[in-house]
C-alpha cells in the first residue's frame, strides 16, 4: 500500500470503530472494572471483563466519551482481549504502548496487536498518542486493582 492508501485505512478504521463501536456495553458483575480520565481534554473511558474459570477474558463491554482517536482505540482493544488470560492482556498492552512510543517490536509483539496495529498512525500526531493510550491507562489500573483484591 502507498502512504496516502495507510493514511486513508486509518482514517477509515478510526472514524468506523468511533462511529459503530464494538462491545460497548456495560458489564455490571465484571471481574475487573477500570476507569480512564485525560483531564486535559475530558477523554474518559469505562472498561469491563469478565472472566472464565481459567482467567481467560469471555466478555468486554466499555463505555466512553470523548474524540475519535481514544474511542476508537477502546473499541479496537475490546475486540483483541477477547479469550486472552490477563498476563497475554498486560503482555498486549505493553506492546501497545511500545508502539506508541515508535520502539520497534518483535514479529511476535506485532502479531499480537492484531486490529490494533492500525492505531500506529496516531503517531504522526504526537499530542493524540495520550487519546490512544487512554483506554490502556484504565486496563493496566483496573488489571492491578484486580490482582490485588484476589491476594
Known amino acids: 500500500m502507498l502512504p496516502n492508501d495507510l493514511d ?25 472494572k477500570a476507569h480512564g ?7 474518559e473511558v ?12 469471555r ?14 482505540s477502546a473499541s479496537l482493544l475490546t ?13 498486549l ?10 520502539e520497534r517490536l518483535t514479529d511476535e509483539e506485532r502479531e499480537s496487536l492484531g486490529g490494533l496495529e492500525v492505531l500506529a498512525g496516531v503517531r504522526q500526531f504526537p499530542v493524540r498518542i495520550k487519546c490512544a493510550l487512554l483506554v490502556f491507562s484504565a486496563l493496566e489500573d483496573g488489571i492491578k486493582e484486580h490482582r490485588g483484591r484476589k491476594r
Open 8 to 32: 486513508e485505512l486509518y482514517k477509515e478504521v478510526i472514524l468506523d470503530h468511533y462511529r459503530n463501536p464494538r462491545n460497548a456495553q456495560r458489564l455490571d458483575d465484571a471481574h475487573v
Open 46 to 57: 469505562d472498561l469491563q471483563l469478565r472472566l472464565n474459570g481459567d482467567g481467560a477474558i
Open 59 to 72: 466478555e468486554v463491554g466499555f463505555q466512553g466519551r470523548g474524540c475519535s482517536i481514544s474511542q476508537a
Open 93 to 102: 498492552r505493553q506492546a501497545f504502548r511500545r508502539m506508541m512510543m515508535g
Open 79 to 91: 475486540e483483541e482481549l477477547k479469550g486472552k488470560t490477563l498476563a497475554q492482556t498486560e503482555a
Open 37 to 43: 480520565f485525560n483531564p486535559f481534554c475530558g477523554d
